[in-house]
């Protein structure tokens, strides 16, 4: 426990819900969440499955009419065909992610981190005894790394590579063609899996998501996680999957059977309308994020020392605001980005989370999952109080 940090997201929301609870209005944009609520079919789904009496244990990989039903969207939307078998439901894509984590990483284990990365990819690899590997990326190359990066970060001990796309927290989406030069470094080394976190799939604004399963060699390589916290804003639902060879499955089977069984009945049943009902309400949302990815950009260009680009997927921008790093408002210094995030939360009363949980200290992280009233009020105060730093 002790190699272990608690998530910043979570304790930059703790300081913001501490300041709302003493009447100061916070603009909190650092977590993940949709402002959405479950779209109407998804909650009348949940509400038959009670009454039909989905409220007994389900089997630890899921129900059967779930996996099938994440079977026909991984053919349909992705072009990949998997059996019930190489499925398994998880309590969230969280789960998953730990799952697989836990199933492949011996003691000493390498896996390769690219960085900026999601806080718990680190932590839940050292929960493993393993030991992340970080490839450092930047704006200038889309906060993605290349294939010569790649190559030169494996060695014999490397087990696993982490690829998050859409990514958290940049925003970053690979192309086919980026995936595909990835595909033939991995394929290069025997013993090496990807685990591809798909959850921001559905909120791409250049184009169709493309999974490293598809690109040659790479399908009895790869591992799937995803779910339908994000695109069907569900995050409270708590329903994520893995697609992986099945000799993977029956592993993570295992460790789920010993430390949480099958997922909630009724989360189960709601996640399948998602799947099988309408795909209206995601393009719905979609469009919804790309607007406030937009204004929110806008709004960030124009405030002096602040570095963006505009994210190509998930709903977060990661501007760079080391240009500050230095000054002062005559009362502190800001040294970092964790100082940076703290000004602008006591000062601008903007809650945000630093670059340095992200392995990114030059950079800070905004979600935009929320009302365009609410981002518009957020660059407000951000530019008052950094206009404050001398």
Known sequence: MRRLSPPMTFAMNQLSNDLKAQGIDVVNMSLGEPDFDTPEHIKDAAISAIHHNFSHYTPVAGLLSVKKAIAAKLQKENKLDYQADEILVSNGAKQSICNVIMALVDQGDEVIVPAPYWVSYPQMVLLAGGNPVYIETNMEQGFKMSPEQLEKAITPQTKLIILCSPSNPTGAVYSQNELD????????????????????????????????ATCDGMRERTIIVNGVSKAYAMTGWRIGFIAAPQWIISACNLLQGQYTS????????????????SQECVETM????????????????????????A??????????CSAYFGKTDGNRVIKSSTDFSLYLLEVGHVATVCGDAFGAPDYFRLSYATSEERITEAAKRIAKALASLK
């Open 181 to 212: 030069a990835l595909a033939k470094v991995i394929t290069q080394h025997e013993g090496l899996f990807v685990l591809s976190d798909e959850i921001y799939e559905h909120l791409n604004y250049v184009g169709n998501h493309a999974s490293i």
């Open 311 to 320: 994210p190509e997927g998930a709903f977060y921008l990661f501007p760079k």
């Open 262 to 277: 099958g997922p909630c009945a009724v989360s189960q049943k709601a996640a399948e309308e998602a799947w099988e009902g």
């Open 286 to 309: 979609r469009q919804a994020f790309k607007r406030r990815r937009d204004l929110l950009v806008d709004m960030i260009r124009a405030i002096p020392g602040l570095e963006v680009s």
